[in-house]
């Protein structure tokens, strides 16, 4: 979409993410191999009782769904950064997230021919628990003229 | 360490990130496959002059060092969240990633017994160019008594 399509309240629902066991572990012990996510036993005794995913990535997945969805594409000049990355509550093997994404801003670069756009990412389990929350923003590209 | 090991204003340096082309193609396939990060011949043509790691992949590689930096070890209970994540200059594959945590923060929690640290990350690359920063949180255990 360039940046004329975009409106400040959009929603768009993302396709739900199923976590696996195997990809928590893979993620992980790359990533963060803290005990807690990559060492079930030591994890069941542990304060979440039991393996829960790193929140880096919970945050990748849902990041993932939303390129999927290729309402950025081509047009999309990059990510400036995130704000309130909230992650609140534990991601377990098996567990379904469902994720919107809410369009909380659309305005132009007051120093470039651009536009940028903010995201709301609201993620909630099979449960209706909110596990993780955050505030994004992209710069997209201007539609060519004529 | 513990939660009365920790004071604010200590410096880690964390151990160099060499960014290679195989894993920002690895992550980005799977979490952020924008065109920018995958398809080398379309990036060469964008704002960045070439393929550029995902910020996400940035975040995860820089956490990564942290944990290996086992500071945090086993008395950690969890990240409530980050804040400011900013993507300030591009990752490139080749490129050497300089990490410092920054102590922020170190209180008791008023609801919990435990602590909260804060912790404020710069990364650089081997130009001296800042290439990311944010501000996370790490919830961690008071020593045992006795």
């Known amino acids: 979409m360039y940046f004329d399509e975009f409106r400040v309240g959009q929603v768009f629902h993302l396709e739900p993410i199923t976590v696996t066991l195997e990809e928590i572990l893979a993620f992980a012990r790359q990533y963060d191999p803290q005990r807690i996510h990559v060492d079930a036993d030591f994890a069941s005794q542990g304060p ?3 393996l829960i995913a790193s929140g880096y990535h919970t945050l990748s997945m849902v990041w993932s769904r939303w390129i999927a969805k290729d309402v950025l594409g081509d047009a999309s000049m990059g990510g400036p950064g995130l704000d309130r990355v909230q992650w609140l509550y534990p991601v377990r ?5 469902y994720t919107t994404v809410t369009i909380s801003q659309a305005r132009l670069s007051k120093s470039q021919p651009r536009g ?3 995201m709301h990412f609201e993620v909630v389990n ?3 628990a909110r596990v993780m929350s955050t505030d994004g923003a992209a710069l997209i590209q ?3 003229e004529g």
Chains 1, 2 share one sequence.
């Open 142 to 144: 201007l539609r060519p």
């Open 93 to 97: 093997p098996g567990d379904t997230l």
């Open 116 to 118: 940028i756009i903010g």
């Open 48 to 50: 979440f009782g039991g």
């Open 126 to 128: 099979q449960e209706g």
